[in-house]
């Protein structure tokens, strides 16, 4: 079972940014699973987690959305049930991989938030704008749909001549399995089957605008690639900081690993702080660029440097 999990944790490690958001939206589906398990086991009641569900889901009656706003944000990550999950997460692995070859691992991130937040926002204005779509009450959202279908969308514009093989068997040119895909969300628009498809063409449209704008030069998700790097760097930075505010309690002697010992206390300050210089250095260049952008050196260095707080 530990060597499982080790192999998990490599994966996930190891793989590009859609392997970790398969393995995101597989474990808090089975994490889900599990609950509902032991609530029925525990005799308590499972609804309750049913309703638990839709707190982190997607409301579209305006007063409900309002008393959850982060539902636009966390709906994408959350699924009804395994076949659900599996016809999302299947599409993901495959288109996945091309998006990333071309596009990167940054904005693969970006473009499933952004495109799941702009197809949750199609979906609240279609909801409120045509009675069709609430005649049986207002629907509460949960998938990763728009998100996927914004990355389907992406890399079908970006590589449309690209040719896959459909079954093994049969070569299609990406940029029609894509319009395919869009027109059969756009048949169902009509259809009273408890399926977003406002959602999913609004994701669709967001890769569209991502992509076409990108070949003109503009990268519309620079700003949350931005925004992630801050992030990031904060965290890093929390971790690897040399200079502590806080005094320890220091031994006698010091020992040190694969550097030669100062001649005194002046040097061990000067090489502290040229160390923190450079992984300030470091930092910033995340900030401005993202991790990616540092050399093999520079990332050893912080592994280094993240050991020896």
């Given amino acids: 079972m530990n060597k499982f999990l080790q192999q998990l944790k490599y994966q996930f490690n190891a793989g590009g940014m859609y392997i970790k958001l398969l393995f995101i939206n597989t474990a808090i589906f089975f994490l889900f699973g599990i609950f509902v398990i032991v609530f029925k086991l525990m005799l308590w009641n499972p609804t309750a987690l049913i309703d638990f569900k839709d707190f982190f889901s997607l409301y579209s009656k305006p007063i409900e959305f309002i008393t959850h706003p982060w539902g636009i944000f966390t709906y994408m990550f959350m699924h009804h049930d395994f076949w659900h999950l599996f016809g999302n997460m299947l599409i993901l692995f495959f288109i ?16 499933y938030i952004i495109g799941g937040v702009f197809g949750g926002i199609i979906h609240l204005m279609a ?20 998100s996927v279908m914004a990355i389907f969308s992406a890399i079908g514009f970006y590589t449309p001549n ?23 969300d756009f048949a169902r628009l009509s259809n009273l089957d408890n399926v977003a498809h406002f959602a999913h063409l609004g994701g669709a449209l967001w890769g569209f605008i991502f992509v076409r704008n990108l070949k003109k030069g503009k990268d519309l998700s620079l700003w949350f690639d931005r925004l992630v790097s801050k992030l990031a760097a904060f965290k890093i930075k929390k971790r690897i900081k040399i200079v502590n505010s806080k005094k320890k309690k220091k031994s006698k002697f010091k020992t040190y690993k694969n550097e030669n010992p100062p ?8 090489n502290k702080k040229l160390r923190q210089e450079k992984v300030d250095q470091i930092l910033d260049k995340i900030k401005d660029s993202g991790y990616e952008s540092l050399t093999k050196a520079e990332k050893d260095f912080l592994f280094d440097a993240s050991k020896n707080i």
């Fill in 162 to 184: 690209r040719e896959i093989h459909l079954f093994g068997i049969f070569r299609v040119r990406l940029i029609v399995l894509t319009v395919v895909y869009l027109l059969l």
């Fill in 127 to 146: 909801t409120n704008i045509f009675p069709l779509l609430v005649m049986n009450g207002y629907p509460i959202t949960l998938g990763a749909s728009a």
């Fill in 263 to 270: 001649k005194d206390d002046y040097s061990y300050n000067e």
């Fill in 96 to 111: 996945g991989r091309l998006f990333e070859e071309n596009l990167g691992s940054k904005r693969m991130l970006s473009t």
